[in-house]
T-cell receptor
Framework: SQQGEEDPQALSIQEGENATMNCSYK?????LQWYRQNSGRGLVHLIL?????REKHSGRLRVTLDTSKKSSSLLITASRAADTASYFC????????????FGAGTTVTVRA | DGGITQSPKYLFRKEGQNVTLSCEQN?????MYWYRQDPGQGLRLIYY???????QKGDIAEGYSVSREKKESFPLTVTSAQKNPTAFYLC?????????FGDGTRLSIL
């Protein structure tokens, strides 16, 4: 079952602008992860935020988590053409860290 | 370099045939996974294995089978019972929460 849902489905921005995408989920989680997928390739893990964390940074990425609203956001600052990809959030139930559920993703296009 | 190798990159299946997709990892990870991705959708879990000689069904296991005889290898067989096998198949491994993915096998029906 797909627990996470990303919003928007697609996003087009100019190089240098920021990109924000959101993820909502339905049930309790231990952690939430964000992955990137370039066209025709496998997924690359970007960042993991635990349920007791509210914000996490990694380079140009900033992730927030609001467990009361069951939502997370991923912000990419100062976007580059290489950031063009699909971005997925993934969650697992507290009872089983192995069973990740992925949303349908947000497709980001960065225009030069 | 450590990583996950999936082969072949493209695979074609005739009606009624079983086909096996290969997944090998040299990351020394205990856990391995198989996912299916359909166009414009997220990943759906087919099977996963937490340790050698053990595996569990995911959300869409019907029509698929796996084995985990070696730590490095987790092959997926798409059987003739899988009526809609055309998809992009991704293998992953993990030692902890973050999963590492191969570059996928695209399966099509002739």
């Amino acid at each position: 079952s797909q627990q996470g849902e990303e919003d928007p489905q697609a996003l087009s921005i100019q190089e240098g602008e920021n990109a924000t995408m959101n993820c909502s989920y339905k049930t309790s989680i231990n952690n939430l992860q964000w992955y990137r997928q370039n066209s025709g390739r496998g997924l690359v893990h970007l960042i993991l935020i635990r349920s007791n964390e509210r914000e996490k940074h990694s380079g140009r990425l900033r992730v927030t988590l609001d467990t009361s609203k069951k939502s997370s956001s991923l912000l990419i600052t100062a976007s580059r053409a290489a950031d063009t990809a699909s971005y997925f959030c993934a969650t697992a139930p507290p009872s089983n860290d192995y069973k990740l559920s992925f949303g349908a993703g947000t497709t980001v296009t960065v225009r030069a | 370099d450590g990583g996950i190798t999936q082969s072949p990159k493209y695979l074609f299946r005739k009606e009624g045939q079983n086909v096996t997709l290969s997944c090998e990892q040299n990351l020394n990870h205990d856990a391995m996974y198989w996912y299916r991705q359909d166009p414009g959708q997220g990943l759906r879990l087919i099977y996963y294995s937490q340790i050698v000689n053990d595996f569990q069904k995911g959300d869409i296991a019907e029509g698929y089978s796996v084995s985990r005889e070696k730590k490095e290898s987790f092959p997926l067989t798409v059987t003739s019972a899988q009526k809609n096998p055309t998809a992009f198949y991704l293998c992953a491994s993990s030692q902890g929460a973050a999963q590492h993915f191969g570059d996928g096998t695209r399966l099509s029906i002739l």
